[in-house]
């Protein structure tokens, strides 16, 4: 079965840099896009960024706007959170997702999550 191993989480201080990835495995993919989550503690979960496979077009949450960078490896099934001006409020677990079925537009079905990688940035 399809399954997201993510890593790249730690401690950091802010001000910092991390660079989160998510590897999509178990399965011959087309037509995907994966995206980012995180959910900090007493908080829902929160989407922060997207990217499609086959255009290669991203989206972004305001709230990562201009810090954050999505990009993929397509024949690795991998993707990458570079996270730069890392803030206290960015304290969260991580999670990547996997729509197998992507359409187009801003408009995602997630079919698969990954495990959740712990990102903690200190003042």
């Known amino acids: 079965q399809v399954q997201l191993v993510e890593s790249g989480g730690g401690l950091v201080q802010a001000g910092g840099s991390l660079r989160l990835s998510c590897a999509a495995a178990g399965g011959t993919f087309s037509r995907i896009a994966m995206g980012w989550f995180r959910q900090a503690p007493g908080k829902g979960r929160e989407f922060l960024s997207a990217?499609?496979?086959?255009?290669?077009?991203?989206y972004y949450a305001d709230s990562v706007k201009g810090r954050f960078t999505i990009s993929s490896d397509n024949a690795k099934n991998t993707v990458y959170l570079q996270m730069n001006s890392l803030k206290s409020e960015d304290t969260a677990v991580y999670y990547c997702?996997?729509?197998?079925?992507?359409?187009?537009?801003?408009?995602?079905?997630?079919?698969?999550w990954g495990q959740g990688t712990q990102v903690t940035v200190s003042s």
């Open positions: 997702a996997l729509d197998l079925n992507y359409r187009g537009s801003y408009y995602y079905d997630w079919d698969y």
């Open positions: 990217i499609s496979w086959s255009a290669g077009r991203t």
